[in-house]
């Protein structure tokens, strides 16, 4: 595919893109996408040409405790934001900048102001600690870092010079919120191309280190015209709730992309069980719901569906969501789930069903724009009712930052997502299982070699080894497999200590809920270790309903 010229000065994730042979097919088969101007600032299309159509007084962002954002507000800020970073900070387009926050409306000004001045955002959860920021940083290099005041100091630790950290919503003279309130109105977004990378989006990957995904400013005008419209079908008075962070795709789309480009508003929420998101919703008018099985699993526990009952839509991504959940809420208030799978290489959802579409257990179909098949262990595509690795084709594909593992991602143009699904005659496809060391508990992808890696640090393990262990609650939890030190004991106080030692060492979801003392593990005559033989293990357990 032929690249469009581009705006950046800085040349560098332009540089780093994959080779060319190692590219996907992309497609834009829809009108939608093939209308998308060459020059495109996706942070003007989202605000901007909005407040053309709608005006610039229509509520764009909330918080639970009161906080309402203009449109014209977000432009204001996001333009005063922009300036900060060239005027103040030097950024120059293609700079990259981290951005480290929790879902708030600062969060989302400073996300367009990045887009605005043509730079590059990195996008990081808020939870990571600086052991998982380093390999991030040292593998996008941002320049400045846009951090929330209360979540500085994992990012003061790396302590790279040529990071500038600033810091977002504290008192200091030295504050974004003080350097944007000192800034005159108005910016001129920078021309960037269609083609410029707009993000770098970190992903949890299966061999523990970290993939960086690269999206373009197309990109984000593509997951609109494919999921955005033909599924999800916004309308300009939704109030729509998520729980992802912003930094995971899933959140961005639909609290960023999706109500910005129709004209919605978003109920930003930085922390909330899911009982206390049931009640949010009620509260705040919330229209569309978009959160993980596992929190519409545990707000029917609470007996919070009632809250649920004035919602038009909800969302279910991030894992499967069980039958009997999806029927519970139909039967109880009438609520349909829109159920989808996405990935962060293609930025949001591929595969779903909404309204009559929908049927009970399967996942979906290809939402229109995308195609979908199922490949067996040869590459070859293979018919009906035969298990195989999903593989997808659309508008996005999968571009990793200068990375060997694009090669097992894309194969023969396609995007293999490292799932293993079935489809039927009618074209509607079924999850099975994650085809690789991948853990997706309560819709986080948890990488096993990173949280193996964060055990073996602990002074009284040997060694260890970490798989999915299914569970009703979550869909998997974390189950860590352990040998001991010689002469150390292993008994509770150690598997506590285990699950703190992790938790203060990487982001604190990722601990193992679980932790099994063993002798040895087992491993193969090369002496290579045997998941399998554990995950054989714990879900047979799991089949026969026995408690370790």
Not at 257 to 271: C, K, N
Not at 341 to 359: K, M, N, P, W
Not at 469 to 474: L, Q
Request: net charge negative; charged share 20%.
């Amino acid at each position: 595919m032929r690249l469009l010229p581009s705006a950046h000065v800085d040349t560098f994730t332009r540089d780093h893109l994959p080779p060319p042979e190692l590219w996907p097919t992309i497609e834009l088969t829809l009108p939608a996408l093939q209308e998308v101007p060459d020059t495109l600032n996706a942070a003007t299309a989202l605000v901007a040409d909005t407040i053309a159509r709608a005006g610039d007084d229509r509520v764009a962002l909330r918080t639970p405790d009161g906080v309402a954002w203009t449109y014209g507000y977000l432009e204001r800020t996001s333009d005063a934001v922009a300036r900060v970073l060239v005027q103040d900070l030097g950024v120059v387009p293609g700079n990259r900048v981290l951005l480290r926050a929790p879902n708030t409306p600062w969060t989302v000004a400073c996300w367009l102001g990045v887009l605005k001045a043509g730079a590059v955002v990195v996008t990081t959860f808020a939870a990571l600690r600086a052991r998982e920021l380093g390999p991030i940083v040292e593998r996008t290099g941002p320049v400045v870092a846009l951090v929330d005041h209360r979540w500085t100091e994992d990012v003061a630790e790396l302590a790279v010079p040529t990071l500038r950290l600033v810091a977002v919503g504290g008192d200091g003279p030295d504050d974004l919120v003080a350097l944007a309130a000192a800034k005159p109105g108005g910016f001129t977004p920078v021309p960037t191309s269609a083609d410029d990378v707009a993000l770098l989006c970190p992903t949890s990957g299966s061999t523990g280190v970290p993939k960086i995904t690269m999206h373009t400013h197309r990109d984000l005008l593509a997951i609109d015209a494919t999921f955005g419209r033909h599924v999800l079908r916004l309308e300009p008075d939704d109030v729509v709730a998520c729980t992802a962070p912003l930094a995971f795709t899933f959140g961005l789309g639909m609290l960023v992309v999706f109500p910005l480009l129709v004209g919605a508003s978003a109920l930003l929420v930085e922390a909330a069980t899911p009982p206390q998101v049931a009640d949010l919703v009620a509260a705040h008018g919330v229209t569309v719901l978009a959160t993980a099985p596992t929190s519409y699993k545990q707000m029917i526990r609470a007996g919070k569906v009632e809250q649920l009952r004035d919602l038009r839509v909800a969302v279910s991504a991030g894992e499967h969501i069980p039958a009997h959940t999806w029927q519970h809420l139909r039967d109880a208030i009438g609520l349909e789930v829109v159920d989808g799978i996405g990935s962060t290489e293609l930025l949001h959802i591929f595969i779903s069903a909404a309204g009559a579409d929908i049927r009970p257990g399967a996942t979906g179909r290809p939402v229109p724009g995308w195609r979908a098949t199922i490949l067996d262990p040869t590459g070859q595509e293979v018919g009906p009712g035969v298990q195989g690795r999903l593989a997808v084709v659309g508008p996005v594909g999968c571009r990793y930052l200068d990375d060997e593992r694009q090669r097992a991602y894309v194969q023969h143009g396609w995007n293999v997502t490292g799932d293993t699904f079935v489809v039927d005659e009618d074209g509607y496809f079924t999850y099975c299982a994650r085809a690789d060391d991948m853990i997706v508990s309560s819709g986080y992808n948890i990488g096993a070699p990173e949280v193996e890696a964060a055990i073996d640090t602990h002074p009284a393990v040997a060694e260890a080894a970490v798989v999915a262990k299914p569970d009703a609650e979550r869909g998997s939890v974390v189950c860590a497999f352990v040998v001991p030190r010689e002469g150390v004991a292993a008994d509770e106080a150690l598997a506590t200590g285990i699950q703190a030692h992790v938790r203060a060492t990487i982001a604190p979801y990722k601990y193992p809920r679980e932790v099994r003392f063993v002798d040895t593990l087992p491993r193969n005559t090369n002496g290579k270790l045997q998941h399998y033989r554990l995950r054989q293990q714990v879900e047979a357990e799991a089949a026969e309903g026995v408690s370790p």
